[in-house]
């Protein structure tokens, strides 16, 4: 297809040769075929594209008369189509737009010289305004700046094809500073520490917020403020720092459930060799646990500092009533820890291990109101070996605590633990034997109530002739007139 610029050329040689028609005294004369190229450029851009057909007509070269009787056919075509984008559906935007490409081109084919009526360049500019308009709605916004284009060559355009497309130039604009944005979003996603990661989005909210604010800036220098483009690239930019704002609301809401549930977590944590730990490495795991409690909450504590809006006065206040309970559990279970080792510290436990329930009445010669006693006994022993068990004697009471051994291996009695002898020599502990009224194989403690600081008692059994031995632990009123 030949265009309008390609032979832009040869149509001004025509006009010159026509204005030289009217001096006929004045340079070289004009051939018939060049006159009549003349006549019917002036009836064309006078009267109608029709009116120049008589005179190219005359054209006697044929080549030239068909170029130039074949503008008014590319014409003709060029209206026809237009009239056929006109008179589409409306909603039928391909078939419009492919009509109105179809009529553009040919009509665009035309040499400048040869003016296009009113009615034509005013349909073409409403068809493109139209089309425009729907590309733009349709986000197609190079599309829609080529058809513009397109339409101020062919059509000469106009201030609403400007204003479109001075829209388009602001969307595009912002839709780099977007680009910007989003790269930053990118970073901050791919960030590997949490701070990082939350610095990155708030840099990212930051580049969206300003593209939004030079949107605005640059819509309204352009006249373009409320338009289509402008509105939806505003709302886009928007949208997009809100999801920012929810990704990062996110990511701090979970990480501060994360530090709350390592408190959980840390408290609930079981060693690997659960079952073989001896009370000393349970105590020792146990105060671990404190520590990692108390590390996970500062930690807790530092996140809600350095992000207050996070969490909330009611989310710390429930941390840190979970952690009370926790310390108090703890403290709990290491008390009966710290128990336990105690009483498998004191040695063999004596059965029953309490007497003294029924106490003995003074003077009294009833079975009943004698005293039960406490039984011990052992095989194979080789050294020391420690017992101990509980005695009721209330304050005031002038009972006796007497411990009976079948042999005359020696014993001693203790109101402390000794912890299996260890604490007898280092802190020089008192037995409270009162040997001065010792029988036999019979070890008491007289006025026990007095002498005992607690309602238990402890007492070593040093070796004897045989590894064998066995005895009984009894309350008497009186040891020394031996009524129990």
């Known amino acids: 297809m030949t265009s309008r610029l390609t032979i832009a050329a040869a149509a001004i040689t025509a006009l010159f040769l026509a204005s030289c028609a009217t001096l006929e005294d004045e340079g070289p004369k004009l051939t018939s075929d060049e006159k009549a190229i003349a006549r019917g450029v002036t009836a064309w851009n006078e009267t109608a594209p029709s009116a120049a057909g008589p005179f190219w007509n005359t054209i006697k070269d044929e080549a030239t008369r068909t170029i130039w ?40 084919g035309l040499p400048e010289t040869l003016e296009l009526p009113g009615d034509t360049l005013a349909g073409g500019n409403a068809l493109a305004e139209g089309r425009m308009r729907a590309l733009i709605a349709a986000d197609r916004l190079s599309a829609a700046r080529e058809l513009g284009k397109g339409a101020v060559q062919t059509f000469g355009g106009t201030d609403a ?24 979003l990118l970073k901050a996603r791919a960030a590997v520490a ?22 605005a800036d640059d819509a309204r220098k352009a006249g373009a403020a409320g338009t289509q483009g402008v509105t939806r690239e505003a709302s886009r930019l928007r949208k997009r720092r809100q999801d920012v704002a929810i990704e990062r609301e996110k990511l701090l809401r979970e990480q501060a459930y994360a530090l709350k549930e390592a408190i959980g977590e840390e408290f609930a944590r079981v060693p690997e060799n659960t079952g073989d730990m001896t009370l000393e490495e ?93 039984v011990f006994r052992a095989t194979g022993t080789k050294k020391n070996e420690y017992w101990w068990g509980m ?78 031995y066995e005895g009984e632990v009894v309350v008497y009123s009186s040891f020394i007139t031996r009524v129990r």
């Open 194 to 215: 949490f701070d990082g990661k939350i610095e990155g989005l708030d840099a990212a909210s930051t580049a969206y917020t300003r593209a939004e604010t030079f949107l």
């Open 69 to 108: 009787t074949g503008y008014i056919a590319r014409f003709d075509a060029g209206t026809k189509s237009l009239a056929d984008a006109s008179a589409a559906a409306t909603g039928d935007e391909a078939r419009i737009l492919a009509a109105y490409e179809k009529a553009r081109k040919a009509l665009g």
């Open 161 to 184: 094809i400007a204003a479109m497309d001075a829209e388009i130039a602001v969307v595009f604009r912002s839709r780099d500073r977007e680009a910007e944005a989003d790269a930053a």
């Open 282 to 374: 349970v105590l020792a795991h146990q105060e671990s646990v404190k520590a990692s409690v108390a590390k996970a909450y500062e930690e807790m504590l530092r996140f809600a500092e350095r992000y207050p809006k996070t969490v909330d006065p009611e989310m710390l206040a429930e941390v840190e009533d979970q952690k009370k309970v926790l310390d108090a559990r703890i403290a709990q279970v290491n008390a009966e820890i710290r128990t336990a080792k105690e009483i498998a510290s004191r040695g063999k436990v004596v059965m029953p291990v309490i007497i003294g329930l029924f106490n003995p009445q003074p003077g009294s010669t009833a079975e009943a109101q004698k005293s039960r006693p406490a």
């Open 391 to 468: 005695v009721s004697i209330p304050r005031g009471t002038m009972n006796d605590l007497v411990i009976a051994v079948k042999d005359n291996r020696v014993v001693r009695v203790f109101t402390d633990n000794t912890k299996s002898g260890a604490l007898i020599e280092k802190q020089k502990m008192k037995d409270l034997v009162n040997r001065g009224y010792k029988v036999g194989n019979s070890w008491p403690v007289l006025n026990a109530g007095s002498q005992l600081v607690t309602d238990k008692y402890f007492f070593e059994i040093q070796p004897g002739k045989t590894g064998d």
